[in-house]
């Protein structure tokens, strides 16, 4: 295509469609409202399906360089210390030969550092919260400047703004469920079994999933979902709960659970939102990516992944198309049917994740031990399968 393109928003998937788009020569500048790139939350697990993109961008290495590979993938009960399912991740190498690509646990920050440091100086531009877009592509930044581009790219995440210009109805839903998260240093977790591995503990009304981060893995991040509060003001991010909130909700759970949530200061609260599908995804010269697009819970790990898959194929349409609505077509038929599916999954997830002792619950622990832990579905396929300059078009 011709022109420049213009990124609302330094997440996970602006910053990395930055890079995918840079490194095919189109010239592009992020827009992001804040004044520095703070992380959004503890950490962040990455699956194969979005580090291969990241390989391709020849920042894998330096990720690894700061991350951890969980040694196994455990479910286990809340009550008790007992292994429900045990799948080998790092411990074997298995997960990396399947699907050619680690899986890792990181630090956002840390993250976000890599990705932003990877970006020419001037691409990004701090404090420039974008508060209009028309769908010729024209930006207006709150200090009153204007700027023209060829495609204007919504990346500016839950509650984006952009959103609305493409499908002025669609609001993000409350699951009625909620999550609080900490990162603690291994060492004040003594009855922790397995410290190493990807954990999820499953009881009724809540779940607790944590994975090691940090070169060593000398931390683990930790995320709690609990049913409820049943309402959630409309739009509304993180607030502060009650002090005990998370305490209280792992009574009588696993001493290593009790432990973990103990640790640390009570986290602020966060709604989990899920983004019914939307009528469309892209308006004139507009066009919506990673959470903007699709946000989904985080119980299959892919709201970032997806983000990072959505960025790849983008950045490769644009790059092989001379007109942006025929590469926003493709985008939309590739990555809607793609993420509907992961969003799908991960709503069933957290209903599994939290059903009370009893036959269900029985029912679900054996399915689990026959179950592809991976999915090969969400990590074993290749986004840019389609859309290399070198694949044949669908
Ligand atoms: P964001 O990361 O939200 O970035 C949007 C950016 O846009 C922000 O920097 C914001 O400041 C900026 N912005 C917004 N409006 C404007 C504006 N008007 N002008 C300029 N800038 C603007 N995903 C995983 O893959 N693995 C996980 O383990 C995982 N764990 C999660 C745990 C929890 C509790 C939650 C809530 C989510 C989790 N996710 C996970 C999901 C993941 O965090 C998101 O899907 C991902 O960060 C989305 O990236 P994004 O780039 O679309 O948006």
């Not at 910053?15 to 189109?26: F, M, V």
């Not at 990396?96 to 630090?107: D, E, N, Q, S, T």
């Not at 892919?302 to 590469?327: K, W």
């Not at 493709?330 to 994740?353: D, H, P």
């Amino acid at each position: 295509m011709d022109g420049s393109v213009a990124i609302v928003g330094a997440g996970i998937g602006g910053l990395t469609l930055a890079l995918s788009l840079h490194a095919r020569g189109i010239p592009v500048t992020v827009f992001e409202r804040t004044d520095e790139l703070r992380e959004v939350g503890a950490a962040v697990a990455l699956s194969a399906n979005g580090l291969r993109p990241i390989d391709e961008l020849g920042l894998l290495g330096r990720l690894e360089a700061v991350a951890t590979q969980p040694t196994e993938l455990i479910h286990r009960s809340w009550r008790t210390h007992d292994r429900i399912t045990a799948f080998p991740v790092g411990l074997d190498g298995s997960y990396r030969a399947r699907f050619k690509a680690p899986y890792l646990g990181v630090h956002r920050a840390e993250f976000q550092r890599i990705l932003s440091g990877a970006c020419p100086p001037g691409m990004i531009r701090l404090s420039s919260e974008v508060v209009s877009v028309t769908t010729d592509g024209t930006l207006t930044l709150a200090s009153g400047e204007t700027v023209r581009a060829s495609v204007v790219v919504g990346a500016d995440g839950v509650h984006s703004r952009l959103r609305a210009l493409v499908d002025p109805d669609a609001r993000p839903v409350y699951t009625g469920t909620s999550g609080f998260r900490g990162i603690v240093p291994v060492g004040s977790l003594p009855t922790l079994p397995d410290p190493g591995a990807i954990q999820f503990w499953m009881g009724p009304d809540a779940h607790l999933l944590h994975y090691a981060i940090g070169p060593g893995g000398e931390h683990v991040n930790f995320l709690a979902v609990l049913e409820g509060p049943g309402t959630w003001s409309a739009g509304a991010g993180p607030a502060t709960a009650d002090p005990g909130t998370l305490a209280r909700a792992f009574e009588g759970w696993a001493p290593a659970v009790r432990e973990m949530v103990a640790a640390v200061p009570q986290s602020a609260q966060w709604p989990l939102y899920t983004l019914p599908p939307l009528s469309r995804w892209t308006a004139g010269r507009v066009v919506l990516l990673g959470d903007a697009a699709h946000t989904m819970l985080p119980h299959q790990g892919q709201g970032a992944n997806q983000a990072i898959e959505d960025a790849a194929v983008l950045a490769d349409l644009l790059a092989t198309h001379d007109d942006h609505a025929a590469a926003f077509a493709r985008y939309e038929r590739l990555r809607r049917a793609r993420t509907r599916q992961v969003q799908r999954s991960s709503l069933v997830t957290s209903n599994l994740l939290h059903l009370p002792d009893g036959p269900a619950a029985a029912a679900r622990d054996a399915r689990l031990a026959g179950l592809d832990p991976w999915l090969a579905w969400i990590h074993g396929t290749d986004p840019r399968a389609a859309t290399r300059p070198s694949a044949v078009p669908v």
